[in-house]
């Protein structure tokens, strides 16, 4: 069961310490979709609706890996990807975007991020791509 803590949807089952995904989407019933699938995977989410309140929250816990989507408002998926790149240079950063790009845009955002991914969200492939990324049951860092 999911429940609200200011912007961030948790799951209330999971302990604070243990190791997880972030996923900042401002279209929530997207995040609450994207949750379902990472959490069915095994993976514990913190999901945030606002790309600031995903950065604050970082300043006191370190994501394994973080999952944007590209268009959002104020601060967009390619400025908070740049800005944790530069604090977590080792933390695996996924975009997610509906937006046609060209190739070139694609090679640009493969500078911040570790994939570009097409919505909707093809599962299968995307939950490979997690499982090279981090195991669900990895340990913290």
Not at 26 to 37: F, G, T
Not at 70 to 81: F, I, N, S, T, V
Request: hydrophobic content about 40%; some cysteine.
């Amino acid at each position: 069961m999911m429940t609200s803590a200011g912007p961030f949807l948790t799951n209330g089952t999971r302990s604070q310490v243990d190791p997880f995904v972030l996923l900042v989407d401002d279209h929530e019933p997207s995040l609450r979709v994207l949750q379902m699938v990472v959490e069915g995977a095994g993976y514990h989410c913190l999901a945030s609706t606002s790309p600031y309140e995903a950065l604050a929250f970082c300043n006191a816990r370190r994501p394994r890996l973080v999952i944007t989507d590209l268009k959002m408002p104020r601060l967009d998926g390619c400025g908070l990807g740049r800005s944790l790149k530069a604090r977590y240079p080792t933390v695996p950063l996924l975009l997610l975007t509906g937006e046609a790009l060209d190739s070139q845009a694609v090679r640009a955002l493969g500078e911040t991020f570790h994939a570009v991914l097409k919505k909707p969200l093809d599962v299968e492939p995307f939950l490979t791509m997690l499982t090279g990324l981090i195991p669900p049951s990895a340990p913290a860092p």
